[in-house]
């Protein structure tokens, strides 16, 4: 289950960030088969490199096997940006989400 999950998780992170397989291998400091290898279900990362794969895409391991966010870089970024807001600031966007999702 996981196993699938991880291999079409970072290949749709990549493909949404616009990065070849070959340049995230390098990005990664691996040969270029390195993420191919991953994608085509023939090994998974290590739990060093998982990290590494994470910090690539800047999100943290809950926000990668999050299953409940379509788009986790963008639910990463969301999360960032409402950490740098005053707390009045954060009760607008609160006001504005639960509109948004007519919890209100």
């Known amino acids: 289950m996981y196993t699938e999950f991880t291999r079409e998780r970072i290949t749709r992170l990549r493909m949404k ?3 070849s397989e070959y340049k995230m291998s390098y990005d990664l400091g691996h040969s270029r088969g390195y993420v191919n290898n991953i994608s085509s279900g023939k090994a998974l990362p290590s739990m060093q490199e998982f990290f590494a794969i994470c910090d690539y895409f800047d999100l943290t391991p809950a926000e990668f096997f999050n299953t409940d966010v379509a788009d986790p870089l963008v639910f990463s970024e969301i999360n960032e940006l409402l950490r740098k807001l005053s707390e009045k600031d ?3 966007v609160l006001d504005l989400i639960q ?3 007519g919890e209100k």
Do not use: E, F, N
């Open 17 to 19: 960030k616009g990065v």
């Open 90 to 92: 954060m009760k607008l």
């Open 99 to 101: 509109r948004l999702a």
